[in-house]
């Protein structure tokens, strides 16, 4: 079955860099579209970046030029490199993608905070 794993979290300063990962498994991970999504406390989960099978990319505005989003799909594996990270990064980071339904991962906490 499909499952999604990621690991990576953790706190950071202020100005501080995390690398994400989510390993994929029980599909073929080289045809799929990628996402990560953040939810904070209090608010709704959002889109943070995607990646295409085709590795088209792209970003919420409020992460652009901070982070990048990329897959090896030798290792079924996505990334997100997460730079100058702020307080207002502080989420649980989910990987998602949709084959045939949707799928999640279980999240891995980021907090940002001096």
């Known amino acids: 079955q499909v499952q999604l794993v990621e690991s990576g979290g953790g706190l950071v300063q202020p100005g501080g860099s995390l690398r994400l990962s989510c390993a994929a498994s029980?599909?073929?991970?080289?045809?799929?579209?990628m996402t990560w999504y953040r939810q904070a406390p209090g608010k709704e989960r959002e889109v943070v970046s995607s990646?295409?099978?085709?590795?088209?990319?792209s970003y919420a505005d409020s992460v652009k030029g901070r982070f990048t989003i990329s897959r090896d799909n030798a290792k079924n594996t996505v990334y997100l490199q997460m730079n100058s990270l702020q307080p207002e990064d502080t989420a649980v980071y989910y990987c998602?993608?949709?084959?045939?339904?949707?799928?999640w991962g279980q999240g891995t906490q980021v907090t940002v905070s001096s």
């Open positions: 990646i295409s099978s085709g590795w088209r990319t």
């Open positions: 998602h993608c949709n084959w045939g339904r949707e799928y």
């Open positions: 029980g599909f073929t991970f080289s045809r799929a579209a």
